[in-house]
């Protein structure tokens, strides 16, 4: 059966404590990996996509890398305002997506 | 235009009522979706659609009916919902589903 499951579920940082989210996957067929934000109530924003083992994209403090089996996104000297929900999610064959459990962050000033 | 649009933002509905939800895009993309969303759970996926055809019911309960008029609308019928289907409904769009999707804001359903 397909899957993907993030870690931790909760992650509280202070300002300037940089950490990392992971994502492990067991899915036949990957054919990509993205990396949402979802703030409360809100849709999914999207911030990246990995396709192959050893990728890695950057956005300002954001950095997600792509191995066999899982993914991870660091977050540097995190601010306030990247307090959000994390979501990983994996495109199958037949144009699914499939999206883990999420990472909620909070980072106090 | 690179935004996915959903109407209501918020919807109450009560348990014998019929009620439509509708999500637009404007990219010229190919395919769109329903999702479902609860409280601190991941979006789940219900219906997609390929070229206006349904390609995917992911064994959706016959009370929501989607609904694909044209290839820039996406319409999802509800109909005898019930408590337990009040959620946060995502919409979504993609033209080619491994380059991205890009997500509306959500139609925030309560059903009474």
């Known amino acids: 059966e397909d899957q993907v499951t993030q870690s931790p579920e909760a992650l509280r940082l202070q300002e300037g404590e940089s950490s990392s989210l992971n994502c492990s996957y067991t899915v036949s067929g990957l054919r990509g990996l993205f990396w949402y934000r979802q703030d409360p109530g809100k849709g999914p924003e999207f911030l990246f996509t990995?396709?192959?083992a050893g990728e890695e994209k950057e956005k300002e403090r954001l950095k997600a890398t792509l191995t066999k089996k899982e993914s991870f996104l660091h977050i540097t000297a995190p601010k306030p305002e990247d307090s959000a929900t994390y979501l990983c999610?994996?495109?199958?064959?037949?144009?699914?997506?499939?999206f883990g459990t999420g990472t909620r962050l909070q980072v106090f000033p | 235009d690179t935004e996915v649009t959903q109407t209501p933002k918020h919807l109450v509905m009560g348990m014998t009522n019929k009620k439509s939800l509708k999500c637009e895009q404007h990219?010229?993309?190919?395919?769109m979706y329903w999702y479902k969303q609860k409280a601190k759970k991941p979006p789940e996926l219900m219906f997609v659609y390929s070229y206006e055809k349904l390609s995917i019911n992911e064994s959706v309960p016959s009370r929501f009916s989607p609904e694909c008029p044209n290839s820039s609308l996406l319409n999802l019928h509800l109909h005898a919902l019930q408590p337990e289907d009040s959620a946060l409904y995502l919409c979504?769009?993609?033209?080619?589903?491994?380059?991205?999707?890009?997500f509306g804001s959500g139609t925030r359903l309560t059903v009474v």
């Open positions: 990219m010229g993309h190919r395919a």
């Open positions: 990995l396709y192959s």
């Open positions: 999610a994996v495109i199958l064959p037949i144009d699914k997506l499939i």
């Open positions: 979504a769009s993609s033209q080619e589903g491994r380059y991205g999707y890009t």
